[in-house]
């Protein structure tokens, strides 16, 4: 757990309770911050349910937020998800602005207690944020660099150890609602992969998305930019770092043959930026201990995860994470002869057009399950694409592996849809999956 200790001593907040609005995972570890150095806290959030936790970790209800004096507080400390501005602004927020009372995220509060101590590592974009995260504390650790990784994914930024030592290295993803809410932040190495549409809701249009990733690059030590999209590039125009390395996947210098966990254009993006991470850290690294670091990684769960390799030809790719058609064209577009299953609750039908008609030349047969599956066997007819209505994952499943037989092909479960009208989330959907194909394995060796 990271020390705060740097609060008693900081005249803006000694002596002085702090209140947080969201009780998620981030909002859980700052209680136990907080109080495991005397601080005094108040905790709101719209579930009510959630009060009890609240108090069993030492936080005190707030009942009557709207009659609470916020200029008593050091900071109101924000979990990412709640609004600042658009669609609506959460009341306590708004509260808490018209008083003049700090607002600031977990991160911001890292980024204080260990900008003297220890590498940080920064890395946001709108796509492959975790695989670049994760993959870039393994090729550290790989190459004898004491790495971990956290914030928006795995342990919240303070709950993450304390490394005193300035060689240790933190690698967080961010994303741009925890990027809102870091006026001062900046990590050593700030790492940008893409920038598409997005959270347009939570942003009110592109440049107040762009601007939320923009933040964190402003007087950075170094900023590494992979440059491949419109967005990414005119987020350059302006960067401001001591010094700026502009990138693209189609000019690694790494030979990316017979990475299947790293397989496609979008992983080139996430290793493009790990590799330059790397070398600015360590430029003594060379090409070849940075692919064998790579030929080591496992890749993430639900995330174009390697479920099984059957009879040497047969790849079954779970892709649970896919759950709009933009996630699912990265899968489509990465994998050969493929028998797609996908389906579940649509963000929009329509999306599944251009997902059908620009990247679905590499699909044999569809398996669709779920609300959508009269949707995309409409737009799967109106391209020529075979498919069948299979109801639910099983039957999907099932049907595949009978399809493909024993070509050389692709199983790949990238849904396209969310999960919830079948399943609780897309990790439970990707678990059942996953299984399915490890049943099928011993009923074929049984």
């Known amino acids: 757990m990271i020390d705060l200790s740097f609060l008693q001593s900081n005249p803006n907040y000694a002596g002085k309770p702090v209140m947080i609005l969201g009780l998620a995972r981030s909002g859980i570890v700052a209680l136990r911050s907080f109080k495991a150095h005397d601080i005094e806290v108040f905790v709101y959030d719209d579930n009510k349910d959630t009060r009890k936790i609240a108090e069993e970790y030492g936080g005190i209800w707030v009942d009557n937020p709207l009659e609470f004096d916020f200029t008593s507080l050091a900071f109101l400390m924000v979990a990412p998800g709640i609004p600042l501005y658009y669609p609506k602004p959460h009341f306590i927020t708004e509260q808490a602005r018209l008083q003049n009372c700090p607002i600031l995220s977990d991160i911001e509060l890292f980024g204080l207690a260990k900008k003297d101590n220890s590498i940080i590592i920064g890395i946001t974009g709108t796509n492959g944020k975790s695989t670049t995260t994760v993959l870039a504390e393994h090729v ?42 870091c006026p001062n932040f900046r990590p050593h190495i700030a790492v940008l992969l893409n920038i598409t549409p997005d ?14 990733k923009s933040i964190m690059f402003d007087g950075v030590d170094t900023a590494i930019i992979v440059s491949d999209d419109e967005w990414s590039n005119k987020l350059l125009e302006n960067v401001k770092a001591d010094k700026i390395i502009k990138t693209s996947f189609k000019n690694i210098p790494i030979n990316l043959d017979d990475l ?7 992983n080139a993006q996430n290793i493009t930026a790990v590799y330059h991470i790397c070398k600015k850290i360590m430029p003594e690294m060379t090409n070849q201990a940075f692919r064998s670091a790579l030929e080591t990684f496992k890749g993430l769960p639900h995330r174009q995860e390697i479920v099984s390799v059957q009879n040497s030809n047969l790849l079954f790719i779970n892709d649970s994470k896919a759950t709009n058609a933009d996630a699912a064209a990265v899968a489509l577009d990465t994998y050969k002869n493929i028998y797609w299953i996908a389906g579940g609750i649509a963000k929009s039908p329509k999306e599944f057009d251009d997902l059908i008609k620009n990247h679905g030349g ?63 989330n897309f990790e439970e959907r990707g678990d059942a999956f996953r ?8 009923k074929k060796s049984a």
């Open 260 to 266: 299947l966990r790293l397989a496609g254009e979008h």
């Open 140 to 181: 550290l650790r790989e190459l004898n660099k004491n790495a971990v990784c956290g914030g928006n994914i795995g342990v919240p930024a303070l709950g993450l150890p304390d490394f005193e030592d300035k060689d240790s290295i933190y690698v967080l993803e961010l994303s741009s609602f925890q990027l809102d809410l």
């Open 199 to 212: 959270h347009l809701d939570r942003h009110n249009d592109m440049n107040g998305y762009v601007r939320a």
């Open 435 to 442: 299984q399915l194909v490890i049943n099928s394995t011993k």
């Open 362 to 424: 590499n699909i044999c047969h569809a398996f669709l399950i779920g609300d959508a599956a009269d949707d995309l066997e409409h737009y799967l007819k109106k391209y020529n694409v075979q498919s069948q209505k299979c109801k639910t994952l099983d039957i999907a499943v099932e049907q595949s592996i009978a399809y493909a037989g024993d070509k050389s092909a692709s199983i790949v479960f990238s849904p396209a849809c969310a999960s919830f009208d079948q399943f609780l």
